[in-house]
């Protein structure tokens, strides 16, 4: 069969395979949380909604994609951990658990509201993110678990947020599950004076949640606009209950500011459009006006910028310049100096350098890229490549830009972003 008549009949298996993965992208975390609710075991939950994944591969090429495919799935799930149940000792006991339940609900009634309570948390997704970021585990074995079973994210693509290798992500991993396991952590959301020692562990993965959703790590794809959104819609939530925490509304300003940009990051073929190229006036006025609003309840309270209210601040600078070249890019690396200062990283100087690029010139961004470069922390990070590119070829030094648009693109997981360096070296090339 030629290309063209395999795109006009897809093999079916192949699109039950495209759908099943569509439904797990976006539906797992609420999969995996309500099943850790109705298990009590957070390690199982997960390995029963892989279960259920394995039987939709299985039956959906034969019966058809259901109509709600996560109500689906979780439902097969249930029934796995019944049938497994069955063979364990405690079956009556963990069944009479999941029977005073649902009887519970079926009690309140489907339009009845249980009394409103202002520091319990209510959404079982964000619950899910409390109890990952329980205090028993290390602070990379938060991040890691939770970007896996919340954010749905492969351990290649957490292993590239998080600048460490694949191997290590799959360790945290496995033994953060163990660690809970054994510390038999509940279903349960700490009460509002023991939010402190995990508030940052949960900001902390909302970010990187948001950024996957923003700059798709692999995949054909390059945005992944629900994945961001989940992690916006958390961040409100968690605003909502801890007002007093500047840094949870500085991370819902910096999240609903650079959301606003969605709109115009992909072409109509789905190909990144970078920042310089964007037509602002497709960016999301309503998302600047609330990312705006936040950054002002931040200042309300009195104890300053943060972390993430710094770099909501940066992102308020772009949203409203009317281009780049009307950016106010001084303040940018004002800005970039402060946050290196309070939260240092190779990835803020990396950023820094693009902005002293636009206010004193390429060189001066190179010779901070180039230090980065000697340091070595940016050696698995696409980005270090392609912002030596950049500015090269601002430069003239056209060999050297390409080389290192060709290393960026061999660094990168993304199929789209590869595509986009290929083709900045290609137009050096042919200049």
């Not at 192949?14 to 759908?19: C, D, G, H, I």
């Not at 609903?256 to 999301?284: I, K, S």
């Not at 308020?316 to 009317?322: S, T």
């Not at 950023?351 to 206010?359: C, F, K, L, Q």
């Amino acid at each position: 069969m030629s290309d063209a008549a395999a795109q006009r009949h897809p093999d079916p298996a192949e699109s039950v395979r495209r759908s099943v993965a569509a439904v797990w992208r976006i539906e797992s975390p609420r999969i995996i949380a309500t099943l850790t609710r109705a298990v009590g075991d957070f390690g199982l939950a997960e390995d029963l909604a892989q279960e259920s994944l394995v039987d939709a591969l299985t039956q959906w090429p034969e019966t058809g994609i259901p109509r709600n495919p996560g109500a689906w799935l979780t439902t097969v799930a249930k029934r796995r951990a019944i049938d497994r149940w069955r063979r364990d000792e405690r079956y009556a006991e963990r069944l009479a658990t999941i029977a005073r339940t649902l009887a519970a609900d079926d009690a309140r009634g489907p339009t009845t509201d249980p009394p409103w309570d202002p520091d319990r948390i209510d959404d079982d997704v964000l619950r899910l993110v409390f109890i990952a970021c329980h205090p028993v585990l290390a602070r990379e074995a938060q991040v890691a678990l939770t970007l896996r079973v919340v954010g749905g994210l492969a351990s290649e693509d957490i292993a590239r947020a998080c600048l460490v290798p694949t191997a290590t992500v799959q360790q945290r991993i496995l033994r953060a599950k163990k660690t809970l396991a054994a510390a038999r952590v509940p279903f349960e959301v700490p009460e509002r004076l023991e939010f402190g020692p995990r508030l940052a562990g949960v900001l902390g993965v909302l970010y990187l949640m948001f950024n996957e959703g923003y700059a798709a790590s692999r995949g054909s794809t390059w945005l992944r606009p629900e994945l961001g959104r989940e992690s916006l819609r958390l961040g409100r939530i968690l605003a909502g209950l801890v007002p007093d925490e500047p840094e949870v509304h500085g991370l819902v300003a910096l999240m609903e500011l650079t959301a606003a940009r969605f709109p115009a990051r992909v072409d109509a073929d789905g190909d990144p459009v970078l920042l310089a190229d964007q037509d602002r006036r497709r960016w999301d006025r309503g998302c600047i006006t609330r990312g705006r609003t936040a950054l002002r309840r931040v200042d309300a309270l009195g104890r300053g910028r943060g972390a993430y209210a710094l770099q909501a601040t940066i992102a308020e600078c772009h949203a409203i310049a009317p281009s780049v070249a009307d950016t106010d890019w001084e303040r940018i690396v004002l800005l970039y100096d402060a946050l290196g200062r309070i939260a240092p990283s190779p990835v803020v100087e990396l950023n820094r350098a693009a902005a002293v690029a636009m206010v004193s010139g390429p060189a001066a961004g190179l010779r901070i890229v180039d230090a980065l470069v000697d340091n070595g922390q940016l050696d698995r990070y696409h980005l270090l490549p392609a912002t030596r590119g950049e500015l090269l070829a601002r430069l003239g030094r056209s060999d050297e830009a390409r080389a290192e648009f060709e290393a960026a693109a061999r660094l990168a997981g993304n199929d789209r972003e590869r595509t986009m360096l290929l083709r900045k070296a290609a137009a050096i090339r042919s200049a």
